[in-house]
């Protein structure tokens, strides 16, 4: 820090009043403050409005964002909860749960906002419950189980019920079968 190497962006209210005492000193000996904040790697509009701060006696950094009025409020931030404890077995998820609460005209607030006070509250939504293992359908009895031998198709009435058939090819192109014979089931 200082002479050793540039200083870095966030440093104690401490360390700011030991580079302010060395400025200090060395305006005293006759530099100028911008010379000696080159000296000491310290940018000359930071060592100026550090001064100014420590006329103020504020060198202790405030949080960083100030306060936005746009900023949720602690009766919002109560409502979201409120309505994910009422709709999060319905709605699923924080996308819906936004919706449903400006419908219900009890809090507005983005997706994203909703999603950070829940995860702030440690409340998440329960996963949909996992399928049960489907059982296979046995193969019918009225098919021959050999290669090539059944045909998924669509048909299409042309002259006879079902003299013609049309089949649709992979990449979506009519071809049409003739002869088609179909069994009962």
């Known amino acids: 820090m200082g002479i050793g190497g540039r200083v870095p962006r966030r440093v104690d209210a401490a360390t700011k009043t030991a580079l302010l005492e060395l400025l200090g000193r060395a305006v005293d000996q006759g530099w100028s403050?911008?010379?000696a904040a080159v000296m000491l790697d310290l940018g000359r509009v930071r060592a100026h409005r550090w001064m100014?701060?420590?006329g103020l006696g504020e060198l202790v950094d405030r949080r960083p964002?100030?306060?936005?009025?746009h900023g949720l409020l602690p009766a919002e931030e109560?409502?979201?909860?409120?309505?994910?404890?009422?709709?999060?077995?319905?709605d699923r998820s924080h996308r819906?749960?936004?919706?449903?609460?400006?419908?219900l005209h009890r809090f507005w607030a983005s997706p994203s906002t909703v999603r950070r006070v829940l995860s702030l509250h440690d409340r998440h939504f329960r996963p949909l419950p996992r399928?049960?293992?489907?059982q296979r359908r046995p193969f019918p009895e009225w098919a021959e189980y050999r290669p090539n031998s059944i045909w998924i198709y669509?048909?299409?009435?042309?002259?006879a019920p079902f003299d013609r058939a049309v089949v649709e090819g992979h990449r979506l192109r009519p071809v049409t079968a003739d002869r088609v014979k179909l069994r009962a089931a």
């Not at 109560?78 to 319905?90: C, D, K, M, R, S």
């Not at 819906?96 to 419908?103: F, I």
């Not at 669509?154 to 002259?159: A, C, G, L, V």
């Open 78 to 90: 109560t409502e979201i909860l409120a309505v994910f404890e009422q709709w999060a077995e319905i």
């Open 52 to 54: 100014l701060r420590a």
């Open 65 to 69: 964002g100030g306060s936005p009025v």
């Open 33 to 35: 403050v911008s010379a």
């Open 154 to 159: 669509d048909t299409e009435r042309h002259e």
């Open 131 to 134: 399928p049960g293992r489907s």
């Open 96 to 103: 819906k749960l936004a919706h449903r609460g400006s419908y």
